[in-house]
């Protein structure tokens, strides 16, 4: 059980509590405002292909960006037969709990796609396919930034939609953070 501590000099300090998780390896939970995940490994995976006439081409030698919750961005290379792999931790705070993989395709586009975090999950397979065009079916716009009402940030827990011009329908949403702080990553349609 988590106990506040309070110091010599009456300054208290936030409950912090920790638990073991598979084979000895310890994470820390900390109790806050924003959205906060165990820090257990985690493997991202996928192959990278482009489809050319039908035909599913591997993409050998292909960067590929991890992004990571909001907050870490991380690249990969793909081998020889377009299969990635990497193994990291994720973000202890993250304003969301997605990962989002992409690729900048070899006739130009980007292609992305994107799976929820989840703490029970250790290895994740998000391939990524190329169009016949040379892009994706869709683009990946990472929004970052603060809610601000008149001179202050807003609070916590602030529903935030997005929207394209001229559109009345949302393309996302998202909550905001601490001191109004917003984090998301929007996949939008935008064809072959």
């Known amino acids: ?6 110091s010599p000099f009456s300054v208290t300090f936030p409950k912090i509590r ?14 806050s405002n924003g959205k906060a995940y165990s820090q257990g490994i985690i493997t991202i995976q996928g192959q990278v292909s482009m489809n050319i006439a ?12 991890i992004n990571l919750g909001g907050t870490t961005t991380l690249t990969a290379i793909t ?17 969301n709990g997605r ?33 016949a065009g ?10 970052n930034g ?4 008149g001179l202050a940030p807003a609070p916590a827990g602030q529903l935030v939609q997005f929207y394209l011009s001229g559109s009345l329908a949302s393309v996302g ?13 929007l996949n939008l349609n935008l064809g072959t």
């Open 18 to 31: 920790a638990f073991s998780i598979l084979m000895g390896i310890w994470g820390f939970l900390v109790l």
């Open 79 to 95: 081998d020889t037969t377009g299969f990635y792999s990497i193994s990291t931790t994720f973000p202890v705070l993250s304003p």
């Open 99 to 131: 990962i989002l993989v992409s690729t900048n395709c070899p006739n130009s586009g980007i292609v992305s796609n994107s799976q929820s975090y989840n703490p029970a999950t250790t290895v994740y397979n998000i391939p990524l396919t190329c169009g």
């Open 1 to 6: 059980m988590a106990k506040d501590f309070t």
């Open 54 to 65: 039908g035909i599913s081409t591997p993409l050998p030698m292909q960067p590929v960006v």
């Open 146 to 149: 603060a809610l601000i009402w």
């Open 173 to 185: 949403s998202t909550m905001t953070g601490v001191n109004g702080i917003i984090g998301d990553t």
């Open 134 to 143: 040379g892009g994706g079916t869709t683009t990946m716009v990472l929004v």
